[in-house]
């Protein structure tokens, strides 16, 4: 059984063929906000070391699943037919892969010459390195970010996988599906899409190169004002051994904060010059020992001081402008970000929890107009699988 969509895409159609780390968080995007999303399942996924029970596989909320066999023909033919009802495929192989499986681009486009085909790798589709193996860490190391990130005289920190496969990457390709989109209601022509990751994560560095390039971010990683290099932009440990972040860039706020701390009121006007940062984190790294995180909050939080507490994905949603705008719902009875951006009239929503493999695939494709006694008769094939 489908249910009805109200976001702003709803009524687009998208066919996304199962893979892992970008693909899935840009087929959740699109579903959040409100397209139909048919996830394309293997019947025997490679396992990619961070299996889990599909219930806490929350980038594929709001999908439906349908397992397809595609090294049988039988398998590829439906797909194609699918892919021929839908607006949008999304898809994260190794460049060459979908067009040995008869589901390229050429392919799919004379079939549907409307289609918006999003591809999603680490390298791109062309270049010396097209085909390599890599993962989010390889990326961003190529693209600048990774040398950007660390702490002074240490090596690169390795962040979480959110600057190459899923701000580079996902959302790279989401908004080139949106974009794809509008030039479509223009033209009546779809397109192809190529987001690597690299570029995407090479492309939210613009502003710091513009930095770099003015003579204002020229330090090693760790040593400048955004990086952790300033005490007024870094991380402090309390009483208590939680943690504050102090984001006083501004003499202004710094002043406000200065104010809150019982400090002289220009006392903090000096760290305009990087000569007294190393004093000056040494004096405020026994300040904010001096208190609890809570006792700080209670303190600065109503201020202009720019001080906010370093929670946690579990503590976040207790936090009280979090909780107060509903950043974090609880779907299924799992805690997880709300949908975003919002939309005053369209708004998105979480539009079901992740399906189990085959689950709710079969419905959604006769919904598209594939004859039902044909899936039944892949399914007792072999084929796909659905429920």
């Not at 033919?77 to 892919?83: G, H, K």
């Not at 989401?174 to 209601?185: D, P, Q």
Request: hydrophobic share 45%.
């Amino acid at each position: 059984m489908t249910h009805a969509r109200h976001g702003p895409l709803a009524g687009i159609r998208v066919v996304e063929f199962a893979g892992i780390g970008p693909g899935p968080m840009c087929g959740m995007l699109l579903a959040d906000m409100g397209a139909e999303v048919l996830l394309i399942e293997r019947p025997h996924p490679s396992d990619t070391g961070l299996a889990r029970p599909r219930k806490f596989d929350l980038a594929h909320r709001g999908k439906r699943s349908l397992t397809v066999d595609l090294k049988r023909p039988e398998g590829v033919a439906l797909s194609l037919d699918l892919v021929t009802c839908a607006d949008v495929l999304v898809e994260g192989f190794r460049p060459g892969v979908m067009e040995r499986l008869g589901l390229g681009p050429d392919v799919c486009l004379a079939r549907r010459p409307a289609l918006v085909y999003g591809r999603v790798t680490g390298f791109g589709q062309t270049g010396p390195l097209c085909e390599a193996a890599g993962h989010d860490l390889n990326y961003i190391a190529l693209s600048g970010a990774l040398h950007a990130i660390g702490r002074a005289d240490q090596a690169p920190t390795a962040p979480l996988n959110l600057l190459g496969d899923y701000a580079g990457g996902a959302m790279s390709l989401a908004w080139g599906i949106a974009c794809a989109l509008v030039e479509r209601h223009r033209s009546g022509r779809g397109q192809v899409i190529d987001a690597a990751m690299v570029e995407g994560a090479a492309l939210l560095m613009t502003p710091a190169v513009g930095l770099q390039a003015a003579g204002l971010h020229s330090g090693p990683h760790g040593s400048n004002l955004l990086d952790g290099g300033a005490p007024h932009y870094d991380v402090y440990r309390c009483a208590d051994g939680e943690y504050l972040a102090f984001g006083a860039i501004e003499r202004k706020f710094r002043a406000a904060f200065a104010q809150r701390a019982g400090l002289p009121a220009n006392s903090l006007d000096e760290l305009d010059d990087p000569a007294t940062w190393i004093a000056a984190r040494q004096r405020l790294s026994t300040l904010f020992a001096t208190r609890t995180q809570a006792e700080w909050c209670a303190l600065l939080e109503d201020s202009d001081a720019c001080v906010t507490p370093v929670l946690s994905a579990n503590q976040m949603a207790r936090h009280p402008h979090l909780a107060a705008r509903g950043v974090v719902q609880e779907h299924d009875g799992i805690a997880q970000p709300a949908p975003a951006p919002r939309l005053s009239r369209t708004p998105a929503t979480i539009a079901g929890a992740p399906p189990r493999p085959g689950q709710g695939g079969g419905a959604l494709a006769g919904a598209w107009g594939m004859d039902m006694a044909r899936l039944q008769s892949l399914a007792g094939a072999g084929v796909v699988r659905y429920a």
